[in-house]
């Protein structure tokens, strides 16, 4: 097998315990896979006996650059690109800008110019990737994608000057406080749908976790920093820089699982490691067939 296939069974499967041994027709690499994979590789690349093997009923491992948290069928012969790195990119780079203003960079205070980014790119954009997702059967990609699409759309309408009127309108019911508290029950809300997605990312790899993660803690901390404000009555600073910081690493990992997505052997001299969790797929795997072949 040749440098460039071995970089295409790296990106789908992960680098085999093997692999920095492997001759040149990449018989160790081979050594190594399931059953399932070897199938899967054959009929992609037209080697062995098996090169003729439906690989459309082949379950492939889970990758955030897919925007896959579980096990997923080929999308070979899809007749369109992957949607999920535009989408992992207009996320991120709005709440990049977002992260950056409530850790008071540059001394910003006014998170204004977050606007044309949360309606144009974070929402529009990012929405059209979670319909994508739907069209190529990601029921998670869609639903996460569109709803943080919608979020951003959202953010944007209450921040919009003088367009809808919201806060204004809480202000003069009940104060800068009614405001606020609005604000960090919505926040909350926010919190407890990204724990759900975050349960689903588990047996995935550990820089898909690590996005759901980062942002879980950072819907939270902004939740409470919201609705427990400090002595003089704004939104307590501490603990919205806090999670302006883990917005920012949540922004960094997508835009890490993004460029996941992207690179290939075409584009890239590298291929992106995810890590695998111990109790992943594709890491018990590897155990079984590490176990096997100590055992021969």
Wanted: glycine share 10%; aromatic share 14%; with cysteine.
């Amino acid at each position: 097998m040749s440098a460039e296939q071995n970089q295409h069974l790296e990106k789908d499967f992960g680098p085999s315990a093997d692999s920095n041994n492997s001759n040149g027709d990449g018989a160790n690499l081979r050594n190594t896979m399931t059953a399932e994979e070897t199938a899967r590789a054959a009929a992609h690349f037209g080697y062995g006996p098996l090169s003729h093997v439906n690989t459309a009923e082949a379950n492939l491992r889970p990758f955030g650059g897919e925007f896959q948290p579980g096990l997923y069928k080929s999308v070979d012969s899809r007749k369109f690109g992957n949607p999920a790195p535009l989408g992992l990119c207009a996320f991120a780079l709005t709440t990049f800008i977002l992260s950056a203003i409530n850790m008071k960079a540059r001394d910003i205070t006014a998170p204004n110019i977050v606007v044309a980014s949360a309606y144009g790119y974070g929402g529009l954009v990012q929405l059209l990737a979670g319909m994508w997702e739907m069209a190529v059967g990601n029921t998670f990609g869609a639903t996460a994608l569109s709803s943080y699409g919608g979020f951003w759309i959202s953010f944007a309408i209450v921040l919009t000057p003088g367009g809808f009127g919201i806060e204004s309108t809480l202000e003069e019911t009940g104060g800068k406080a009614m405001f606020d508290n609005s604000f960090g029950l919505m926040l909350f809300g926010w919190f407890i749908f990204t724990t759900i997605l975050l349960f689903c990312t588990l047996r995935s790899t550990v820089a898909f976790f690590l996005l759901f993660f980062f942002l879980d803690l950072t819907f939270l901390l902004l939740g409470i920093g919201y609705i427990h404000r400090d002595a003089a009555g704004k939104p307590n600073p501490p603990v919205i820089m806090a999670g302006g910081f883990f917005g920012l690493m949540s922004a960094f990992t997508a835009w890490y699982n993004a460029l996941a997505g992207i690179a290939d052997n075409t584009n890239s001299f590298f291929i992106i490691p995810v890590a695998h969790f111990p109790w992943s797929p594709t890491a018990r795997s590897r155990r079984q067939k590490k176990t096997e072949r100590e055992t021969v």
